[in-house]
Each structure stands twice: as C-alpha cells, then as structure tokens.
C-alpha cells in the first residue's frame, strides 16, 4: 500500500505523487482511492487501492533500476529491425508496450524507434511514440537516479547519438530551450 506523500508510476502517464487516500462512495459500494496527481500533467487520477496493482500502479524505480534501463537502452543486440512489419501492427504492439508496467517495456519502444531512425526517417506517429517513450523514461530516471528530468533526456540521447538524425537533434535542442 502506498503512502500520502509518496511518488508512484501509473502506466502511459508517467510519475505522479499520492495526494490522498480517500472513502468515496460508487454507487452503493464503497471504494477506497488513491488520488494521485501526475507531475508532468498535473492530472489527477483515482485509482482504486484494490485494483491499484492490476492497473500497473507501481513505486518509481531505484537507482539499480535505473542504471539497469540505461544498460538496456545501450545494448543494441536484441534489436531486430522492422523489415516485414507493417506500421499498424507495431504501432499497437508500442502502444501496448507504452501501457506496461514494466519500465523495461517502455524503454524497448524507445530504444527500437532510435534505431529505426537510424534506417528511415520516423513518421508523425512514430515520432509522437518516441517522444511519448522519452518523456516516461527520463521522468522516471530523473527520480530514479536523482537528476533533472534534462539531465537524464541528455544522458539517454548520448547513448543513441551516433544515430540521432539532425531534425531529430534540432528538435530535442529545441524542446530543451
């Protein structure tokens, strides 16, 4: 169970901070809620504390964890390109993949549009997905490795720097400004 006060993860939204646990009534049941309100967005959610597990809701990872998606992200070997797949399946299998849990998850997707960029210059949905991926991960890392959000943007670029194509590096420069 966690915590007024405490930083979680909620799947596709990113790190968000419990502001309350509270007893609302849903039509004749009662739930207990977390109401956890995201940082990036300011969105606030209700989660149900019961349900909070099946719906990915899940502490921000550790330093470990967090060096552990920077190795992931460098290693290049399980890359498999996207020769044979059409555009509309892997877009739902990032989709889906963006939804997850798993941190690991969400860096595949990052991770696997780089290096697609390397090949082919990304399209606007691909290019939403990436930076969708970005934002999860160098939020996430920021908590997890106790730096500024720029900061881990930064740290994960430099490991795909010799294939960032230059829109692609003007526009993150951009974005930082």
Known sequence: MFSVGELVVYPAQGV???E??????????????????ILSNNVTLMVPVNNAANVGLRAVSGEKQGQAILSFLEDRSDFTGYSGQNWNRRYREYSDK???KDL???AYVLKELFLISRDKE???GERRLLEQAMGLISMELSYALNINQ????ARVEALFSDILSPELQE???QEDL
């Not at 849903?26 to 109401?35: H, P, T």
């Not at 720029?150 to 943007?153: G, I, N, Q, S």
């Open 20 to 37: 309350k646990i509270e007893e609302q009534n849903l039509g004749e049941a009662k739930a207990v809620l977390y109401i956890v309100r």
């Open 171 to 173: 526009q993150n420069d």
């Open 122 to 124: 990304l399209s606007f």
């Open 104 to 106: 690991e998850d969400v």
């Open 16 to 18: 968000g901070r419990v």
């Open 150 to 153: 720029a900061e881990a943007k």
């Open 98 to 100: 963006l939804k997850s």
